[in-house]
């Protein structure tokens, strides 16, 4: 019951005890594992937004929608039903569709569930599917149908589209806004947490390591204590190691381990480097990892094991593999070359071939040649590279050694081709022929861009397997769940005027059961006895006297199912049985003619005109037709012909008609024996008939009636309760959808469809009509709350959460991969150099210069269309003409209401075109040939010439109307738009258009791997499936896999997740689903074009490819499901998620990329302030004062950080026109300039990032910041710092004389400091001096005459320096 199926499902949880395994033996899955614990735990505050979100839209939607969606076809909401109730006081509409009780089965359905019948399953009438419904538009699933519902069902449709535009508003807020912010936060968690994690692991790791490094050296010490100097205990003391690697092949003569670096001296085991130690075992180099031995003895390096490297025919084989050539200052070698050509030809080939093409058309006849030439050429490229390479061990050895994946992918193709040279051979072997789409995969080795991205991709499996792991765990869970209760459910009855028990009054399946007649002389579906009789509510007219007679007349038998659950049998051939495998019993071949066995037996597939021509048919055609209408006929019969009272005298009144009598006479005993204990097991069968006594009429009767089905298998198959009621009375029990949950692998590949979010409306819907039991017909939301929540919960973890860790992981590798071959450099440096690469690589700074020598009249236009009001009138011109051809209507409503505004919006049309034509016109003048120059201008110059061509050709009348074009042309206009990005205040979307720009470059390379990926699936689809019908649902004309154009649009259409499944399903039928859906298909080993193809097109098969799917297992083909969930994994899950790692890698370089900015920032202030000539070149003092008004400028847009600078640059009479007095000695390093006459823009421009870096860093040294930035030019593998010393060779400001502005501050700062010591001493000596004076005016005495005259000549001296006369001798 519901209880033992409840706890099943509870026992599967015992599965996580996997995960534990897995991470107690696999550190790294440990880490995936706890960082999507910690991820999924950090989310929850995002879960309760989210709910709380669609909680309020929900309710805000039911206050718009609820008992509005009614219409008479709601599968495409058409026929608004706009009924209201007869109360005028309170009009609103009724909640419940009206029946048409027309018919006694509609009379007695009125419960509620029939009351929905206009209702489509999406709308807002409860709480319940409102949410779901919020929830199904969130997930872009069937949105817009949902749009078009509510905007038709709005009171008044002139307001239908603020309800269209709602829904937009829904879709952007939470699809591409919220659930944008959900994968954001995850992949920063997931992110964080796995560093976390990892960094944790890396951190015990080590101390294992110094554990056993402290062991290692402890066990060193034991061993040098037991030495004692007899040298044979030390070679016995070696390790094993050592011993094996004396044993191993290759080893030189008289070598040992302690030459090869394994042991040391004395039989130690050698000491790694600090760098090994360091490493993790998982992380060793890759020599250690695919190396074997370092010797160079046999076989290392060997090929073949066979020729040693410097054998003559090995020598000759690496000179052809080594030979390069020069062109147009590109080495390329030969070899590589020649192949690399011969792929794409060869890919080319395989495009232009497919399986239905003519082989006498002389094309594909060319193509199919070719391919056996390149063919032999692959053969040679591989045979040459195994005589040149070691196949296994040695130095780039061909199939192990790194990278070698690749040569494993070039084996295997050469294989393949091999084998097609083998012709023909059993079919499982021309199956691998289709191996050789491989071929494009081969052009990604020998393209080194290509290659890093594959590589990034195959980097990742690793990861993306363990989380493949724990998707597959969780898939498996999840499967068995909603198999417990949905195996069996997913199917209706076809027909709809069929009575079910509910509908008789049996809603519990106690007692009715169909009372029926059978044929006794002719096999015959059973025939209906009675009918219902709505007053009674009992089934009437049902006397077993009734066969026979009347109606009745070729039915003569009566007869009846014992209970509800008892079976009755659909009857018929099964095309795929096979005598070889069922020796039990035979298939009647007056009911199951032989199967067609040559293409000739084939039926045709030509129209009624073709085919009445004379000589079409042939009678082995009979045999074809004889054989498909055999197997499009089905009959519904008892399995054994028992009822409850004939069972218990041993009679079987329906036995000589019965299923298992007519199709399985001869059983073997041991089938028979298995079928009693398989009828007494059996879940569903007979438990009711059996649960009061086993011995009862009812239960040996349903019993019987069982096993007879299960000893016939093949060709009946039983129906009980609701499905028996059905083909009982004419219809047939189908599956409602393609796909089901009746075994475990349909279960997982149901939700695999459903975690790419394709079809799982679908799918919740048909299990929300269930009641958990098989055979019983859906009554529309029979268990909706249980269904609902599941289906949800199972999108949230699978295509929210699990999906999108996927992304998380290829996003981190890629980025790894693409910062490895990157140099690790600061942000100033990487601005640095990206300035100087824009600066110089720009085509022009203004489109016009050295204005001053321009004629008055021209200079004055130039200020005019160079004006900032001019363009702002010319963008404002745009948007309103765009906005204008927007009113149009097509066609157009000629009446006088609408004449008016048909001539006003052909005049303002006239109106923009002259405003667009002056505007040219003035440029032209202004700018003459400069105005090419610019890209825009050359665009608008298109666009004037393309409207006035249109206008001329309008008025001339020539019979040419080209005006559409014109206006076409006129609406790319709106692009100009874009310019209005430079503003400051459109400055972040700016960044994010930029963002985008960068992202489109960028995604050129992986749009070559992509398309690539598409070639190769294109490829093997047209081998695997060109020739199947494409008369079904989806897999039609439009698409199919005929030949590549097809097949590519195909692929392409489902790499947007745009019913993949479907066409998947498709693909899937096999002979048995064709004849039911009476239809046919040839089985694929007939459908052979190689050898039949004439035969196949004179039966128009060709024109009309029919072919059932290949089935290499007998009878089942798992080829499309391993196909398509293949490239929807590749493409949807890897491919697109790397093209998610390229756009947030632009975007992260566009956060951080400002030189644009910074180029328009100096251009703007150089031509506005400095230089309003354009003359390119300011004197020396404005250069300084315009650097520093940049970084003020720079500093409050926000381009660049840090304390704001004001530097005062006062006039100066000296030799630099400017006082640099105060300049600081800080920036003063940052400015790379000679003080000159003249300074040019392009020098200014790369002072002020240099000033900028100085201002960021202020807390470093500026000698370090200068040496930083000047460091980058010493890379020279680097393609940026190659180019742009190209450019400034031939720039002028290589070419200024002088010394650097830097020491002529240094000599100004220490000539200012000399002054200011110099001065200082002058000042003390002057005080001492005044001191001295006022000392000397007392009275001196002298000893000698010549004391004296010194103190004389001193006086004067000093009276000279303190200001006073000296006295006059005498």
Same mark, same amino acid.
Request: proline letters at 4%.
């Given at each position: 019951?519901?209880?033992?199926s409840?706890l099943?499902?509870?026992?599967?949880?015992?599965?996580?005890?996997?995960?534990?395994?897995?991470?107690?033996r696999?550190?790294r899955?440990?880490?995936?594992?706890k960082?999507?614990?910690?991820t999924?735990?950090?989310?929850?505050?995002?879960?309760?937004?989210?709910?709380l979100?669609?909680?309020?839209?929900?309710?805000?939607w039911?206050?718009?929608?609820?008992?509005?969606?009614?219409?008479?076809?709601p599968?495409d909401?058409?026929?608004?039903?706009?009924?209201?109730?007869?109360?005028?006081?309170?009009?609103?509409?009724?909640?419940?569709?009206?029946?048409?009780?027309?018919?006694?089965?509609?009379?007695?359905?009125?419960?509620?569930h029939?009351?929905?019948?206009?209702?489509p399953?999406?709308?807002?009438?409860?709480?319940?599917?409102g949410?779901?419904?919020? =929830?199904?538009?969130?997930?872009?699933?069937?949105?817009?149908?949902?749009?078009?519902?509510?905007?038709?069902?709005?009171?008044?449709?002139?307001?239908?589209?603020?309800?269209?535009?709602?829904?937009?508003?829904?879709l952007?807020?939470?699809?591409?806004?919220?659930?944008?912010?959900?994968l954001? $936060?995850?992949?920063?968690?997931?992110?964080?947490?796995?560093?976390?994690e990892?960094?944790?692991?890396?951190?015990?790791?080590?101390?294992?390591?110094?554990?056993?490094?402290?062991?290692?050296?402890? =066990?060193?010490a034991?061993?040098?204590?037991?030495?004692?100097?007899?040298?044979?205990?030390?070679?016995?003391?070696?390790?094993?190691v050592?011993?094996?690697?004396?044993?191993?092949?290759?080893?030189?003569?008289?070598?040992?381990?302690?030459?090869?670096?394994?042991?040391?001296?004395?039989?130690?085991?050698s000491?790694?480097?600090?760098d090994?130690?360091?490493e993790?075992?998982?992380?060793?180099?890759?020599?250690?990892?695919?190396?074997?031995?370092?010797g160079?003895?046999?076989?290392?390096?060997w090929?073949?094991?066979?020729?040693?490297?410097? =054998?003559?025919?090995r020598?000759?084989?690496?000179?052809?593999?080594?030979?390069?050539?020069t062109i147009?200052?590109?080495?390329?070698?030969?070899?590589?070359?020649?192949?690399?050509?011969?792929?794409?030809?060869?890919t080319?080939?395989?495009i232009?071939?497919?399986?239905?093409?003519?082989?006498?058309?002389?094309?594909?006849?060319?193509?199919?040649?070719?391919?056996?030439?390149?063919?032999?050429?692959?053969?040679?490229?591989?045979?040459?590279?195994?005589?040149?390479?070691?196949?296994v061990w040695?130095?780039?050895?061909?199939f192990?050694?790194?990278?070698?994946?690749?040569?494993?992918?070039?084996?295997?193709?050469?294989?393949?081709?091999?084998?097609?040279?083998?012709?023909?051979?059993?079919?499982?072997? %021309?199956?691998?022929?289709?191996?050789?789409?491989?071929?494009?995969?081969?052009?990604?080795?020998?393209?080194?861009?290509?290659?890093?991205?594959?590589?990034?991709?195959?980097?990742?499996? %690793?990861e993306?397997?363990?989380?493949?792991?724990?998707?597959?765990?969780?898939?498996?869970?999840?499967? &068995?769940?909603?198999?417990?209760?949905?195996?069996?459910?997913?199917?209706?009855?076809?027909?709809?005027?069929?009575?079910?028990h509910?509908?008789?009054?049996?809603?519990?399946?106690?007692?009715?059961t $169909?009372?029926?007649?059978?044929?006794?002389?002719?096999?015959?579906s059973?025939?209906?006895?009675?009918? #219902?009789?709505?007053?009674?509510?009992?089934?009437?007219?049902? !006397?077993?006297?009734?066969?026979?007679?009347?109606?009745?007349?070729?039915?003569?038998?009566?007869w009846?199912?014992?209970?509800?659950?008892?079976?009755v049998?659909?009857?018929?051939?099964?095309?795929?049985?096979?005598?070889e495998?069922?020796?039990?019993?035979?298939?009647?071949?007056?009911?199951c003619?032989?199967?067609?066995?040559?293409?000739?037996?084939?039926?045709h597939?030509?129209?009624?005109?073709i085919?009445?021509?004379?000589?079409r048919?042939?009678f082995?055609?009979?045999?074809?037709?004889?054989y498909?209408?055999a197997m499009?006929?089905?009959?519904?019969?008892?399995?054994?012909?028992s009822?409850?009272e004939s069972?218990?005298?041993?009679?079987?009144?329906?036995?000589?008609?019965?299923?298992?009598?007519?199709?399985?006479?001869?059983?073997?005993?041991?089938?028979?024996?298995?079928?009693?204990?398989?009828?007494?097991?059996?879940?569903?069968?007979?438990?009711?008939?059996?649960?009061?006594?086993?011995?009862?009429?009812?239960?040996?009767?349903?019993?019987?009636e069982?096993?007879?089905a299960?000893?016939?298998?093949?060709?009946?198959?039983?129906?009980?309760?609701?499905?028996?009621?059905?083909?009982?009375?004419?219809?047939?029990?189908?599956?409602?959808l393609?796909?089901?949950?009746?075994?475990?692998?349909?279960?997982?590949?149901?939700?695999i469809?459903?975690?790419?979010?394709e079809?799982?409306?679908?799918a919740m819907?048909?299990?929300?009509?269930?009641?958990?039991?098989?055979?019983?017909?859906?009554?529309?939301?029979?268990s909706?709350?249980?269904?609902?929540?599941?289906?949800?919960?199972?999108?949230?973890?699978s295509?929210?959460?699990?999906?999108?860790?996927?992304?998380?992981?290829?996003?981190? %590798?890629?980025?790894?991969?693409?910062?490895?071959?990157?140099d690790?450099?600061?942000?100033?440096?990487?601005?640095?150099?990206?300035?100087?690469?824009? &600066?110089?690589?720009?085509?022009?700074?203004?489109?016009?210069?050295?204005?001053?020598?321009?004629?008055?009249?021209r200079?004055?236009?130039?200020d005019?269309?160079?004006?900032?009001?001019?363009?702002?009138?010319?963008?404002?011109?745009i948007?309103?003409? !765009?906005?204008?051809?927007?009113?149009?209507?097509?066609?157009?409503l000629?009446?006088?209401e609408?004449?008016? #505004?048909?001539?006003?919006?052909m005049?303002?049309?006239?109106?923009?075109?002259?405003?667009?034509?002056?505007e040219?016109?003035?440029?032209?003048?202004?700018?003459?040939?400069?105005?090419?120059?610019?890209?825009?201008?050359?665009?608008?110059?298109?666009?004037?010439v393309?409207?006035?061509?249109?206008?001329?050709?309008?008025?001339?009348?020539?019979?040419?109307n080209?005006?559409?074009?014109?206006?076409?042309?006129?609406?790319?206009?709106?692009?100009?738009?874009?310019?209005?990005l430079?503003?400051?205040?459109?400055?972040?979307?700016? %960044?994010?258009?930029?963002?985008?720009?960068?992202? &489109?470059?960028?995604?050129a390379?992986?749009?070559?791997?992509?398309?690539?990926?598409?070639?190769?699936?294109?490829?093997?689809?047209?081998?695997?499936?060109?020739?199947?019908?494409?008369?079904?649902?989806?897999?039609?004309?439009?698409?199919?896999?005929?030949?590549?154009?097809?097949?590519f649009?195909?692929?392409?259409?489902?790499?947007?997740?745009?019913?993949?499944?479907?066409?998947?399903?498709?693909?899937?039928?096999?002979?048995?689903?064709?004849?039911?859906?009476?239809?046919?298909?040839?089985?694929?080993?007939?459908?052979?074009?190689?050898?039949?193809?004439?035969?196949?097109?004179h039966?128009?098969?060709?024109?009309?490819?029919?072919?059932?799917?290949?089935?290499?297992?007998?009878?089942?083909?798992?080829?499309?499901w391993?196909?398509?969930?293949?490239?929807?994994?590749?493409?949807?899950?890897?491919?697109?998620?790397?093209?998610?790692?390229?756009?947030?890698?632009?975007?992260?370089?566009t956060?951080?990329?400002?030189?644009?900015?910074?180029?328009?920032?100096?251009?703007?202030?150089?031509?506005?302030?400095?230089?309003?000539?354009?003359r390119?070149k300011?004197?020396?003092?404005?250069?300084?004062?315009?650097?520093?008004?940049?970084?003020?400028?720079?500093?409050?847009?926000?381009?660049?950080?840090?304390?704001?600078?004001?530097?005062?640059?006062?006039?100066?009479?000296?030799?630099?026109?400017?006082?640099?007095?105060?300049?600081?000695?800080?920036?003063?390093?940052?400015?790379?300039?000679?003080?000159? !006459?003249?300074?040019?823009?392009h020098?200014?421009?790369?002072?002020?990032?240099?000033?900028?870096?100085?201002?960021?860093?202020?807390?470093?040294?500026?000698?370090?910041?200068?040496?930083d930035l000047?460091?980058?030019?010493?890379?020279?593998?680097?393609?940026?710092?190659?180019r742009?010393?190209?450019?400034?060779?031939?720039?002028?400001?290589?070419?200024?004389?002088?010394?650097?502005?830097m020491?002529h501050?240094?000599?100004i700062?220490?000539? $200012?400091?000399?002054?200011?010591?110099?001065?200082?001493?002058?000042?003390?000596?002057?005080?001492?001096?005044?001191?001295?004076?006022?000392?000397?005016?007392g009275?001196?005495?002298?000893d000698?005459r010549?004391?004296?005259?010194?103190?004389?000549?001193?006086?004067?001296?000093?009276?000279?320096?303190c200001?006073?006369?000296?006295?006059?001798?005498?």
């Amino acid at each position: 019951g519901a209880g033992g199926s409840a706890l099943q499902a509870l026992r599967t949880l015992r599965l996580f005890r996997v995960l534990n395994k897995f991470a107690s033996r696999n550190p790294r899955f440990a880490i995936l594992l706890k960082s999507m614990v910690g991820t999924a735990q950090a989310l929850k505050y995002w879960l309760v937004l989210f709910v709380l979100v669609l909680y309020i839209c929900t309710l805000m939607w039911m206050h718009f929608f609820a008992n509005t969606l009614q219409f008479s076809e709601p599968d495409d909401s058409a026929g608004y039903i706009g009924r209201y109730d007869n109360d005028p006081r309170a009009p609103k509409l009724l909640p419940w569709c009206e029946l048409e009780l027309d018919t006694p089965l509609a009379q007695q359905r009125t419960s509620w569930h029939y009351k929905q019948d206009c209702i489509p399953r999406a709308h807002y009438d409860n709480f319940g599917w409102g949410f779901v419904t919020i =929830f199904q538009i969130m997930t872009g699933e069937n949105w817009n149908a949902i749009m078009y519902a509510g905007m038709r069902s709005t009171r008044d449709n002139n307001w239908e589209w603020a309800f269209g535009i709602l829904y937009v508003f829904l879709l952007l807020f939470g699809q591409t806004l919220f659930l944008s912010l959900f994968l954001s $936060m995850l992949l920063a968690k997931f992110d964080d947490f796995r560093n976390a994690e990892n960094e944790k692991f890396d951190a015990e790791q080590e101390v294992k390591r110094a554990k056993s490094r402290k062991s290692m050296e402890e =066990f060193e010490a034991l061993e040098d204590g037991a030495v004692d100097g007899n040298e044979e205990e030390a070679d016995t003391s070696r390790p094993k190691v050592a011993q094996a690697w004396a044993e191993l092949p290759g080893q030189v003569p008289g070598g040992d381990a302690e030459e090869h670096g394994l042991v040391s001296k004395g039989g130690k085991p050698s000491k790694h480097d600090e760098d090994d130690e360091e490493e993790d075992d998982e992380d060793e180099d890759d020599e250690d990892m695919w190396s074997l031995e370092s010797g160079r003895g046999w076989p290392h390096g060997w090929s073949w094991f066979l020729f040693p490297e410097n =054998f003559p025919l090995r020598r000759l084989a690496n000179w052809l593999l080594d030979q390069e050539v020069t062109i147009w200052g590109s080495t390329m070698k030969i070899f590589d070359t020649f192949i690399l050509v011969c792929i794409l030809i060869s890919t080319m080939c395989m495009i232009i071939d497919f399986p239905l093409a003519d082989p006498d058309n002389p094309i594909i006849a060319a193509v199919r040649t070719l391919d056996t030439v390149f063919a032999v050429v692959f053969i040679t490229e591989m045979g040459l590279k195994l005589i040149a390479l070691p196949v296994v061990w040695g130095e780039n050895a061909y199939f192990w050694s790194p990278g070698c994946a690749w040569n494993w992918l070039d084996a295997v193709v050469v294989s393949v081709s091999i084998m097609g040279f083998t012709g023909g051979g059993p079919s499982e072997l %021309k199956t691998l022929r289709i191996l050789r789409a491989f071929r494009p995969l081969r052009v990604v080795k020998r393209l080194e861009t290509l290659r890093n991205i594959v590589e990034a991709i195959f980097n990742s499996m %690793k990861e993306l397997g363990v989380l493949l792991i724990v998707f597959l765990l969780f898939l498996l869970i999840f499967a &068995l769940i909603f198999m417990m209760y949905l195996n069996g459910t997913l199917y209706a009855c076809s027909e709809g005027n069929v009575w079910f028990h509910r509908d008789l009054g049996d809603p519990d399946f106690q007692s009715f059961t $169909m009372p029926l007649c059978l044929s006794n002389t002719s096999l015959e579906s059973v025939m209906v006895r009675g009918e #219902w009789d709505t007053s009674t509510m009992a089934w009437t007219k049902n !006397t077993s006297s009734l066969c026979g007679t009347g109606d009745y007349a070729a039915f003569e038998v009566p007869w009846q199912r014992a209970t509800p659950d008892t079976p009755v049998c659909v009857a018929r051939c099964d095309p795929l049985w096979r005598a070889e495998f069922n020796s039990t019993y035979a298939a009647p071949a007056d009911l199951c003619p032989r199967k067609y066995a040559i293409a000739e037996e084939l039926p045709h597939a030509c129209s009624d005109d073709i085919a009445a021509l004379p000589n079409r048919s042939t009678f082995q055609e009979e045999v074809g037709f004889l054989y498909i209408a055999a197997m499009q006929t089905s009959y519904v019969v008892p399995c054994g012909g028992s009822t409850a009272e004939s069972i218990l005298g041993g009679a079987y009144p329906g036995e000589k008609n019965s299923c298992r009598s007519r199709y399985c006479p001869v059983v073997d005993e041991d089938r028979i024996e298995s079928c009693k204990l398989e009828a007494e097991l059996h879940p569903h069968f007979c438990v009711d008939a059996c649960s009061g006594s086993a011995d009862s009429g009812a239960c040996l009767s349903c019993r019987a009636e069982y096993r007879a089905a299960c000893e016939c298998p093949d060709f009946c198959t039983p129906l009980m309760k609701d499905a028996a009621l059905c083909t009982e009375q004419g219809g047939a029990w189908e599956q409602v959808l393609s796909h089901n949950f009746d075994n475990v692998w349909n279960s997982m590949l149901t939700l695999i469809e459903i975690s790419t979010t394709e079809g799982w409306v679908d799918a919740m819907y048909a299990a929300c009509d269930t009641s958990f039991s098989p055979y019983v017909q859906p009554l529309r939301d029979t268990s909706h709350p249980v269904w609902m929540l599941l289906f949800v919960v199972w999108i949230l973890f699978s295509f929210m959460f699990l999906m999108n860790l996927g992304v998380g992981i290829i996003v981190d %590798k890629f980025m790894e991969m693409r910062a490895e071959g990157k140099d690790i450099i600061s942000p100033a440096q990487r601005r640095w150099v990206q300035f100087r690469l824009d &600066l110089h690589t720009r085509g022009y700074v203004f489109i016009l210069t050295n204005l001053h020598e321009l004629p008055p009249v021209r200079r004055a236009i130039y200020d005019l269309v160079e004006h900032r009001f001019f363009e702002r009138l010319i963008m404002g011109c745009i948007v309103f003409n !765009t906005c204008l051809m927007a009113t149009a209507t097509f066609p157009e409503l000629e009446t006088l209401e609408t004449a008016w #505004w048909a001539s006003i919006r052909m005049g303002l049309n006239y109106f923009f075109a002259f405003i667009f034509t002056v505007e040219a016109v003035l440029k032209l003048i202004a700018l003459k040939k400069n105005y090419w120059k610019d890209s825009w201008n050359r665009f608008d110059f298109t666009c004037v010439v393309a409207t006035i061509l249109g206008i001329l050709v309008s008025v001339m009348d020539i019979g040419l109307n080209i005006s559409s074009l014109a206006s076409v042309i006129r609406i790319f206009r709106i692009a100009r738009l874009f310019r209005l990005l430079k503003f400051k205040a459109l400055r972040p979307l700016n %960044k994010l258009f930029m963002s985008m720009a960068i992202s &489109l470059i960028k995604l050129a390379n992986v749009g070559v791997v992509a398309f690539l990926f598409l070639t190769l699936f294109s490829i093997l689809g047209v081998a695997l499936f060109s020739t199947v019908s494409d008369q079904s649902d989806t897999h039609d004309s439009h698409g199919n896999f005929r030949h590549f154009p097809n097949a590519f649009i195909t692929l392409f259409r489902a790499s947007t997740g745009e019913a993949w499944n479907e066409i998947m399903h498709d693909l899937h039928k096999d002979e048995v689903d064709w004849f039911k859906a009476g239809s046919w298909c040839t089985p694929s080993d007939l459908f052979d074009t190689e050898t039949s193809y004439d035969i196949l097109k004179h039966k128009c098969l060709i024109d009309h490819p029919n072919a059932c799917v290949m089935t290499p297992i007998n009878g089942w083909s798992p080829m499309p499901w391993v196909y398509w969930i293949t490239y929807t994994w590749v493409m949807g899950l890897v491919i697109m998620n790397v093209v998610i790692a390229v756009i947030l890698e632009g975007y992260e370089d566009t956060k951080t990329r400002d030189e644009a900015e910074i180029i328009n920032s100096c251009r703007n202030l150089w031509g506005s302030k400095y230089d309003p000539d354009k003359r390119m070149k300011i004197p020396f003092p404005d250069a300084l004062r315009f650097i520093v008004e940049a970084i003020g400028i720079l500093q409050r847009d926000g381009l660049i950080k840090g304390d704001l600078v004001n530097i005062d640059l006062p006039v100066s009479n000296g030799n630099f026109g400017v006082d640099l007095s105060d300049f600081p000695i800080r920036f003063a390093r940052a400015l790379d300039i000679k003080p000159a !006459t003249m300074v040019e823009f392009h020098v200014a421009a790369k002072q002020v990032v240099r000033f900028a870096s100085i201002v960021e860093e202020n807390e470093r040294p500026a000698v370090e910041v200068i040496r930083d930035l000047e460091s980058t030019d010493e890379n020279r593998k680097s393609k940026d710092i190659k180019r742009i010393k190209r450019l400034e060779a031939v720039s002028p400001a290589a070419k200024a004389k002088g010394e650097p502005f830097m020491k002529h501050i240094a000599a100004i700062k220490i000539q $200012m400091r000399i002054r200011e010591v110099v001065l200082r001493i002058r000042n003390k000596k002057a005080k001492n001096l005044m001191d001295l004076c006022n000392v000397g005016s007392g009275v001196v005495v002298f000893d000698s005459r010549d004391e004296y005259l010194k103190f004389a000549v001193a006086t004067v001296e000093l009276a000279e320096k303190c200001g006073v006369t000296a006295p006059v001798a005498g």
